[in-house]
């Protein structure tokens, strides 16, 4: 890959605002437009590139926004379509794109589609959703829901079921209809008139259900089969969104990502791959779930810590794989997993600052678009003040439901402490702007509790010490727009048996980059043969002790071979 063929998305760094819980401009609990366009000269001082909004449309808040019942309005929670053209206005003026969320493998059963297409079976929306009939009184097929209990809703009006993988407020849409996949490309093209840069697009990779909608197995302690084997990466996905890309997404330069739950090395060379017949780039999820409970019953709920040695082999893999080949996104958290430095690192307070800089040095290093979920910045922690009265999330309470209360697979004590350690919810507190009431992010009530640190982690402090978080990846971002090594350097790891150290290479002619990163919360030594002229670009340490690697040290060295 040549200077000139490295496209902009490549050397961008984005930014994730979960608008709910950013900046409250009214005061009325709940995050909003104003908010966050009052907030843009902070992510322009950060250097991120893109900003990647949650969904900010009209929703009855089923999921949160994921629920959307107009595509086209705003949720009036958040503001108006005049202020989001205002948003996208003042973040232009600043070099900084706008993403949207784009939500279509299902609406909100409050759409004016859905309504329509359960008032009858002559409904000329009928087939934009997937209606079927009972299978001896019970539902058409074993599959579960993501969120727990059954994929299937039973309708009196029809006397039908409807098929929804989230939640029951969340019909999924018949994207076997070429009807409903040209109303999605209209919608889209409507956006992408109005001026914004990109979409990230929500579970894509379960766009095409499987002919017939079969049974798939079922696990010890499992009431039903998983819908994500059953589903992702369908039989006619790629065709669908070859399609998207000859009718909407060729028509302006914006980047794409896919959320692309279950995906495959092989199916990730398609999603993203470089001839831009797809999409620019794909969310993968097998690092997330690495250490999910050995029951698959229990899903994500355990609190286990990962290997960094199947860490390692993980994100080698797809660094290798799609190197030449296709794209990588890069990540350690977002709105559905839990705070990085609480999960992956030590929130701890010995450590969380030094963990929480490795942590964003190991990853802006590697090839791929990093994102920054909002707070990860400051290294906001999980919030372990939380009890169950505390959560908002339909996740979590369902789990509770189902995995608790109903089945007795966790007692709620377990349940509790796997929730602090892996729920949504940690990730989703409000925005930590100061040590005032609520944290600078409302004077209202807050729609969802306050993590309770937030005298001690916030913005103010972080902008106020040269030394903090923030400013390391103010620098990782520099860094990435800056060298192209960081773009188009090849990738090698060093020693994958080490359970302490991720160390990697980066190779681009005559330069090569050395990334060191301890995991280990003790001193531990490591001779990586770094030469005497080696340049020192950036460490959590304010010397360099060579061999001695100390706890949570990372370090990253230019060589000129």
Request: proline residues 4%.
């Given at each position: 890959?040549?200077?000139?063929?490295?496209?902009?998305?490549?050397?961008?760094?984005?930014?994730?605002?979960?608008?709910?819980?950013?900046?409250?401009?009214?005061?009325?609990?709940?995050?909003?437009?104003?908010?966050?366009?009052?907030?843009?000269?902070?992510?322009?001082?950060?250097?991120?590139?893109?900003?990647?909004?949650?969904?900010?449309?009209?929703?009855?808040?089923?999921?949160?926004?994921?629920?959307?019942?107009?595509?086209?309005?705003?949720?009036?929670?958040?503001?108006?379509?005049?202020?989001?053209?205002?948003?996208?206005?003042?973040?232009?003026?600043?070099?900084?794109?706008?993403?949207?969320?784009?939500?279509?493998?299902?609406?909100?059963?409050?759409?004016?589609?859905?309504?329509?297409?359960?008032?009858?079976?002559?409904?000329?929306?009928?087939?934009?959703?997937?209606?079927?009939?009972?299978?001896?009184?019970?539902?058409?097929?074993?599959?579960?829901?993501?969120?727990?209990?059954?994929?299937?809703?039973?309708?009196?009006?029809?006397?039908?079921?409807?098929?929804?993988?989230?939640?029951?407020?969340?019909?999924?849409?018949?994207?076997?209809?070429?009807?409903?996949?040209?109303?999605?490309?209209?919608?889209?093209?409507?956006?992408?008139?109005?001026?914004?840069?990109?979409?990230?697009?929500?579970?894509?990779?379960?766009?095409?259900?499987?002919?017939?909608?079969?049974?798939?197995?079922?696990?010890?302690?499992?009431?039903?089969?998983?819908?994500?084997?059953?589903?992702?990466?369908?039989?006619?996905?790629?065709?669908?969104?070859?399609?998207?890309?000859?009718?909407?997404?060729?028509?302006?330069?914006?980047?794409?990502?896919?959320?692309?739950?279950?995906?495959?090395?092989?199916?990730?060379?398609?999603?993203?791959?470089?001839?831009?017949?797809?999409?620019?780039?794909?969310?993968?999820?097998?690092?997330?779930?690495?250490?999910?409970?050995?029951?698959?019953?229990?899903?994500?709920?355990?609190?286990?810590?990962?290997?960094?040695?199947?860490?390692?082999?993980?994100?080698?893999?797809?660094?290798?794989?799609?190197?030449?080949?296709?794209?990588?996104?890069?990540?350690?958290?977002?709105?559905?997993?839990?705070?990085?430095?609480?999960?992956?690192?030590?929130?701890?307070?010995?450590?969380?600052?030094?963990?929480?800089?490795?942590?964003?040095?190991?990853?802006?290093?590697?090839?791929?678009?990093?994102?920054?979920?909002?707070?990860?910045?400051?290294?906001?922690?999980?919030?372990?003040?939380?009890?169950?009265?505390?959560?908002?999330?339909?996740?979590?309470?369902?789990?509770?439901?189902?995995?608790?209360?109903?089945?007795?697979?966790?007692?709620?004590?377990?349940?509790?402490?796997?929730?602090?350690?892996?729920?949504?919810?940690?990730?989703?507190?409000?925005?930590?702007?100061?040590?005032?009431?609520?944290?600078?992010?409302?004077?209202?009530?807050?729609?969802?509790?306050?993590?309770?640190?937030?005298?001690?982690?916030?913005?103010?402090?972080?902008?106020?010490?040269?030394?903090s978080i923030f400013y390391h990846y103010q620098k990782l971002i520099q860094f990435r727009h800056d060298l192209d090594i960081v773009t188009t350097g090849h990738y090698e790891v060093l020693d994958l048996n080490d359970d302490e150290v991720y160390a990697y290479k980066r190779v681009l002619d005559d330069e090569e980059l050395l990334v060191i990163n301890s995991f280990a919360e003790d001193a531990i030594v490591r001779d990586y043969n770094v030469p005497e002229d080696a340049e020192l670009l950036i460490s959590n340490y304010k010397d360099d002790a060579g061999k001695d690697l100390r706890p949570y040290e990372s370090k990253v060295y230019r060589i000129n071979k």
């Amino acid at each position: 890959m040549t200077e000139n063929q490295i496209k902009w998305w490549q050397k961008a760094v984005v930014y994730q605002i979960y608008p709910r819980s950013f900046q409250d401009a009214n005061q009325d609990g709940i995050g909003d437009l104003k908010g966050i366009i009052s907030r843009l000269d902070y992510v322009k001082k950060l250097g991120a590139d893109v900003i990647w909004l949650n969904p900010i449309y009209a929703t009855p808040n089923a999921d949160n926004g994921y629920d959307i019942s107009d595509y086209e309005a705003i949720n009036p929670e958040f503001g108006t379509m005049e202020e989001f053209e205002t948003l996208l206005g003042e973040a232009h003026a600043r070099g900084i794109k706008i993403v949207m969320d784009l939500v279509v493998n299902h609406s909100s059963s409050e759409h004016k589609w859905f309504i329509e297409s359960r008032s009858s079976k002559d409904s000329d929306k009928r087939d934009f959703y997937i209606w079927r009939d009972p299978v001896d009184g019970h539902e058409p097929n074993n599959w579960g829901s993501f969120f727990s209990g059954s994929t299937w809703k039973f309708d009196e009006t029809t006397g039908q079921y409807y098929l929804h993988l989230f939640a029951e407020g969340q019909p999924d849409l018949n994207w076997e209809n070429p009807e409903v996949r040209q109303s999605v490309f209209d919608m889209m093209n409507r956006w992408v008139d109005k001026g914004i840069d990109g979409f990230r697009m929500d579970v894509i990779s379960l766009l095409s259900k499987p002919e017939g909608l079969p049974d798939g197995p079922v696990s010890k302690d499992a009431h039903f089969a998983n819908s994500n084997d059953m589903v992702a990466n369908g039989p006619h996905i790629h065709e669908y969104i070859h399609e998207m890309r000859e009718k909407v997404l060729n028509n302006a330069d914006i980047m794409t990502v896919g959320e692309a739950s279950n995906v495959d090395i092989e199916n990730a060379k398609r999603y993203a791959a470089k001839d831009g017949s797809e999409l620019n780039m794909v969310f993968q999820f097998e690092h997330m779930e690495l250490d999910n409970n050995p029951n698959p019953a229990l899903g994500r709920w355990d609190d286990a810590p990962l290997p960094l040695t199947k860490l390692k082999a993980n994100l080698t893999k797809w660094q290798n794989e799609l190197e030449n080949v296709a794209w990588n996104s890069l990540y350690w958290q977002n709105h559905d997993q839990s705070r990085a430095v609480s999960r992956f690192g030590s929130d701890a307070p010995e450590f969380r600052v030094k963990s929480a800089k490795m942590l964003a040095t190991m990853l802006h290093f590697m090839q791929g678009t990093p994102y920054i979920y909002q707070g990860e910045e400051i290294g906001m922690t999980n919030a372990n003040n939380f009890g169950w009265d505390d959560y908002d999330d339909i996740e979590i309470k369902n789990a509770r439901k189902y995995l608790v209360q109903r089945d007795g697979l966790l007692d709620d004590d377990t349940m509790l402490r796997y929730v602090h350690y892996k729920g949504r919810d940690n990730a989703r507190t409000p925005m930590q702007w100061t040590d005032g009431e609520n944290a600078g992010f409302t004077t209202g009530t807050p729609w969802l509790k306050l993590n309770d640190n937030f005298d001690k982690i916030n913005v103010d402090q972080a902008l106020a010490d040269e030394g903090s978080i923030f400013y390391h990846y103010q620098k990782l971002i520099q860094f990435r727009h800056d060298l192209d090594i960081v773009t188009t350097g090849h990738y090698e790891v060093l020693d994958l048996n080490d359970d302490e150290v991720y160390a990697y290479k980066r190779v681009l002619d005559d330069e090569e980059l050395l990334v060191i990163n301890s995991f280990a919360e003790d001193a531990i030594v490591r001779d990586y043969n770094v030469p005497e002229d080696a340049e020192l670009l950036i460490s959590n340490y304010k010397d360099d002790a060579g061999k001695d690697l100390r706890p949570y040290e990372s370090k990253v060295y230019r060589i000129n071979k």
